[in-house]
């Protein structure tokens, strides 16, 4: 029989154990995207073999490698590289210009709009139906017209992507500026605060985690505008949309691949880095994931 001492050992020992904090093991979860990734770069082996042997129509699905050797090196022709890609990084580049000086843009014209639209009821009534209006118009009807006011080349370029990143800044923005406190609202008109007041100390600041909401969104949508335009107005210095139509056109598969992965993988980066400034941002008061 144990004795009460060791009764109380016992259970003091159990009752540390178990206001001990668990340690849970968190198991490695990296080898899964490395392996999906290894299945799809494998299907995709398989799939260009099939239309290169059967098929016989090896620019459709070009293998991996060649798109891999596309992005790095130039190539002849006969398929011999001949060194670094420089028109693909340059058109990269031109790209990048266009899809920044539109986000800036629109960044600037939504938050106005949103500020303007959020200090009256009727404010709101008579302009956000034209948001909506802008966000719905195709921008292909728009192309002649815009083309005509303002030319083929880059300005153009810029407008549609503004016109396509626009409405993510307003709409988030104007959400912003509607939902402060309702006690906070009160308490600030009691102390007699001015409407500019208001709005620098406590609906902007309030704003904030649905401003960069709407800043990551229209980031991603900039980089369509950006393509989609070059695409359109195919004048002056050509970007990643006029490479792919050209690349198209000519057959060169991989060149064409290789243009689409670069034009995917700056998309990702523009609305990932624009994600990382929300959170160093916002990120410390607020659940911005």
């Known amino acids: ?30 080898w899964q995207p490395v392996a999906a990734f290894a299945v799809f770069v494998g299907l995709w082996y ?22 891999l050797q596309a992005i790095v090196h130039d190539t002849r022709p006969d398929g011999v590289p ?35 639209m959020a200090q009256a009821k009727g404010l709101e009534k008579a302009l956000y139906p034209y948001a909506v209006v802008l966000q719905c118009v195709p921008i292909l009807a728009l192309v002649p017209l815009i ?8 300005l153009s370029r810029v407008i549609v992507t503004v016109m396509i990143a626009l409405f993510p800044m307003v709409s988030n923005t104007l959400f912003g500026l509607q939902s402060v406190d309702r006690a906070q609202r009160e308490l600030f008109e009691l102390q007699g605060a001015g409407r500019l007041t208001r709005l620098r100390k406590l609906q902007i600041p309030a704003a904030l985690p649905s401003i960069f ?28 949309g006029v490479l792919i139509q050209v690349t198209a ?6 060149e064409l691949y290789a243009t689409i992965i670069i034009a995917s993988l700056y998309g990702i980066a523009v609305f990932l880095a624009f994600g ?8 410390r008061w607020f659940d911005f994931s």
């Not at 991603?220 to 970007?239: E, M, N, T």
């Not at 990382?276 to 990120?283: K, P």
């Open 82 to 116: 001949t060194g670094f890609n420089a028109e693909l990084w340059a058109a990269l580049g031109r790209t990048t210009v266009v899809s920044l000086v539109g986000l800036a843009a629109a960044i600037v014209l939504g938050v106005l709009w949103a500020t303007v």
């Open 249 to 254: 056109s000519r057959l060169m598969g991989p």
């Open 1 to 30: 029989m144990p004795t009460l001492q060791e009764t109380a050992a016992r259970r003091s020992t159990v009752a540390r154990s178990a206001l001990r904090p668990r340690r849970i093991r968190k198991r490695a979860s990296w």
């Open 147 to 154: 083309g005509a006011l303002f030319g083929y080349a880059s």
């Open 213 to 240: 909401v709407g800043l990551r969104t229209s980031a991603g949508l900039s980089v369509i505008g950006a393509i989609v335009g070059d695409q359109f107005f195919q004048r002056g210095d050509p970007g990643l």
């Open 276 to 283: 990382l400034i929300g959170r160093l941002a916002v990120g």
């Open 46 to 67: 398989a799939v260009a073999a099939y239309y290169d042997q059967t098929v016989e129509l090896p620019y459709l699905v070009p293998y991996p490698h060649l798109v």
